[in-house]
Each structure stands twice: as structure tokens, then as C-alpha cells.
């Protein structure tokens, strides 16, 4: 096998990989704007705290549970991370959001900025204004497939991410707080109406959103090693990006513009230059919007959630 072929797959790999996690966030961005038609700004800091929550849980195990299996670390350590964000992003609608429900859209979105500077400086002061490294409790194990060596926390991030996002698609089109969510997403009066309390179901989405985010704040600090408190903004950025691409309000959408853009990303680093990276999520944002602001599945999903 060629060596530009081998550079194209292993390429395609990472994008693949960070791509993931790009979903998981942008699933956030994309179910609050399904039912309330906010852009939460603050969600990519949601994400950054999860990654803190994991350094936590990992600090924990290994002062309380020493020599516990790997597997039992990981499993704590994304039900801590996914719990603690779930109250994190409850107290966000609630106490940032819930106020200012009949404002105008331009304040809310003032407001999540605000929340966003509020929660990175929030965590400088905890943990510190240093990168601070992940301990490697994943195995550095690597599977051969032909030519593409794929890691362990590859494998666990493809895993994890699907996983979810098939549950997520499940959950919103079989419960009865996912129908409620569309119900609300559709007509908030009508739903109230027939017994739905929108209060509660703006909060579970808040909740589900910042859980799904810290999953993605686990594992893309597993995968990199280190975390910084400036993570999340990049991170919520690149994630809002994907929904917009995707087509703000769709969950397929949501995953499939988290997918590419990831893929985009990473082609661009491996054959143009990885410092220009973060450029290009950018430079595909300004694209969509000119030639196709309501996304690639923006005009096939009837419902925004």
C-alpha cells in the first residue's frame, strides 16, 4: 500500500475521532435551539467542565479505589463527569435562561456568553490556569486493520459516540419525555395545554444536552492527555459550526455535521498543515452560511427535534 494512501487513512482516522466528539456537542447546541431557539454559548464550557469532572474522577479512584480495573475507572469516571454537567447544565437553565424566557432572543444569547466567561474563569480559579495532564489509564493497546493502527480510546470514542447518538435518536422519537420535547420544540402553549409542563421538559434537555457534552469532555481529554480551561471555547465553537452545517435543530444533522467537519479538519491538518487546523472549521462555517445557511439535512427534517 502506498505511503499517500496510509497518510489519506490514518488522516481520515483522526478526523474520524475528533469528528466523534464534535457530535457530542453539537448534539447539545442542537437539541436547545430545537425547543427553545437559543444558541447556548456557554455549552462548549459544559464540555470543558466535563473534561475537569473526568481529571476529578480520576484523582478520586486513584486516592480511594487504588489498583481498581481500568474498565471500572473509565465507567466512573463518565458517570461522574456526565452527572456532575447534568446538574451544571440544570442550574444554567434555570438560573441564566429560565429569567429571561421572554426576553428578547438577543439577551439570552448576551447572557450565554456571559456564562461561558463566567465558568472558564470559574475553573482557572479551582484547578488553575496550567494545562493540566490526564493520567493514562486507557491501555495503549493498538489493533492492526491493514494499514490503519486505531488505539484503544479510538475504539472507545467510536464506540461511546454511536452508541449515544443511536440512544439519543431513540429517546427522542420513543419516550414520553422525548415526544413531550418535540411537542414543546413544536408549539410550547399547545403542549402546556394537554398537561406538558415546558419548565421541565427546557431542563431535560439542558440535562441530557451538558450529559452528552461531558461524555465528549471524557473522552477528548483521554485521547489528548491534557486539558486547558480555554478548551471548551475552541471546542463550542467547532461543535456549533457542526450543527449549523448539519442544519441547527436536526439531530442527524447534528452527528453527520460533527462527522465531516472532523474529517474536514483532519485532512486539511495532514495535507495543508495542522497549524491551520482551527481555520478550517471556520472557513466550512462561512461556506454553509453563503451557499446553504439551512444545512446539508436542514431542509429534510421536518421536526427540530
Given at each position: 500500500?502506498s505511503?499517500a494512501?496510509?497518510?489519506?487513512?490514518?488522516q481520515?482516522?483522526?478526523?474520524?475521532?475528533?469528528?466523534?466528539?464534535?457530535?457530542?456537542?453539537?448534539?447539545?447546541?442542537?437539541?436547545?435551539?430545537?425547543?427553545?431557539?437559543?444558541?447556548?454559548?456557554?455549552?462548549?464550557?459544559?464540555?470543558?467542565?466535563?473534561a475537569?469532572?473526568?481529571?476529578?474522577?480520576?484523582?478520586?479512584?486513584?486516592?480511594?479505589?487504588?489498583?481498581?480495573?481500568?474498565?471500572?475507572?473509565?465507567?466512573?469516571?463518565?458517570?461522574?463527569?456526565?452527572?456532575?454537567?447534568?446538574?451544571?447544565?440544570?442550574?444554567?437553565e434555570?438560573?441564566?435562561?429560565?429569567p429571561?424566557?421572554?426576553?428578547?432572543?438577543?439577551?439570552?444569547l448576551?447572557?450565554?456568553?456571559?456564562?461561558?466567561?463566567?465558568?472558564?474563569?470559574?475553573?482557572?480559579?479551582?484547578?488553575?490556569?496550567?494545562?493540566?495532564?490526564?493520567?493514562?489509564i486507557?491501555p495503549?493497546?493498538?489493533?492492526?486493520?491493514?494499514?490503519?493502527?486505531?488505539?484503544?480510546?479510538?475504539?472507545l470514542?467510536?464506540?461511546?459516540?454511536?452508541?449515544?447518538?443511536?440512544?439519543?435518536?431513540?429517546?427522542?422519537?420513543n419516550?414520553?419525555?422525548g415526544?413531550?420535547?418535540?411537542a414543546?420544540?413544536?408549539?410550547?402553549?399547545a403542549?402546556?395545554?394537554?398537561?406538558?409542563s415546558?419548565?421541565?421538559?427546557?431542563?431535560?434537555?439542558?440535562?441530557?444536552?451538558?450529559?452528552?457534552?461531558?461524555v465528549?469532555?471524557?473522552?477528548?481529554?483521554?485521547?489528548?492527555?491534557?486539558?486547558?480551561?480555554?478548551?471548551?471555547?475552541?471546542?463550542?465553537?467547532?461543535?456549533?459550526t457542526?450543527?449549523?452545517?448539519?442544519?441547527?435543530?436536526?439531530?442527524?444533522?447534528?452527528?453527520?455535521?460533527?462527522?465531516?467537519?472532523?474529517?474536514?479538519?483532519?485532512l486539511?491538518?495532514?495535507?495543508?498543515?495542522?497549524?491551520?487546523?482551527d481555520?478550517?472549521?471556520?472557513?466550512?462555517?462561512?461556506?454553509?452560511?453563503?451557499?446553504?445557511?439551512?444545512?446539508i439535512?436542514?431542509?429534510?427534517?421536518?421536526e427540530?427535534?
Amino acid at each position: 500500500m502506498s505511503a499517500a494512501l496510509n497518510l489519506f487513512l490514518n488522516q481520515l482516522l483522526n478526523g474520524l475521532t475528533i469528528g466523534m466528539v464534535y457530535a457530542l456537542i453539537a448534539l447539545g447546541y442542537t437539541m436547545v435551539y430545537g425547543v427553545i431557539g437559543l444558541i447556548n454559548f456557554a455549552h462548549g464550557e459544559v464540555f470543558m467542565v466535563g473534561a475537569y469532572l473526568a481529571l476529578t474522577a480520576i484523582w478520586l479512584a486513584a486516592s480511594f479505589f487504588p489498583g481498581i480495573p481500568f474498565g471500572l475507572t473509565l465507567l466512573f469516571l463518565i458517570l461522574f463527569s456526565m452527572a456532575g454537567a447534568s446538574i451544571l447544565g440544570a442550574l444554567i437553565e434555570k438560573i441564566a435562561y429560565r429569567p429571561l424566557r421572554r426576553s428578547p432572543k438577543l439577551t439570552a444569547l448576551i447572557t450565554s456568553i456571559g456564562v461561558s466567561f463566567f465558568l472558564q474563569n470559574a475553573v482557572m480559579l479551582i484547578y488553575g490556569s496550567k494545562e493540566q495532564s490526564i493520567p493514562d489509564i486507557v491501555p495503549m493497546t493498538r489493533l492492526k486493520i491493514g494499514a490503519i493502527s486505531v488505539s484503544l480510546i479510538q475504539i472507545l470514542i467510536f464506540s461511546v459516540s454511536i452508541g449515544l447518538m443511536f440512544f439519543l435518536t431513540w429517546f427522542v422519537k420513543n419516550t414520553k419525555t422525548g415526544k413531550a420535547m418535540r411537542a414543546v420544540s413544536e408549539n410550547p402553549e399547545a403542549a402546556q395545554l394537554v398537561g406538558i409542563s415546558p419548565n421541565r421538559i427546557i431542563a431535560a434537555t439542558f440535562i441530557l444536552g451538558s450529559a452528552l457534552a461531558a461524555v465528549g469532555g471524557s473522552l477528548f481529554a483521554l485521547n489528548y492527555g491534557s486539558i486547558n480551561f480555554h478548551d471548551g471555547y475552541l471546542a463550542g465553537l467547532k461543535a456549533f459550526t457542526a450543527a449549523v452545517f448539519g442544519g441547527i435543530g436536526s439531530i442527524p444533522g447534528a452527528m453527520v455535521g460533527g462527522i465531516l467537519l472532523g474529517v474536514f479538519e483532519g485532512l486539511g491538518a495532514g495535507y495543508i498543515s495542522s497549524e491551520w487546523k482551527d481555520v478550517f472549521a471556520f472557513l466550512l462555517l462561512g461556506a454553509v452560511l453563503l451557499f446553504k445557511p439551512s444545512g446539508i439535512m436542514g431542509n429534510n427534517v421536518s421536526e427540530k427535534v
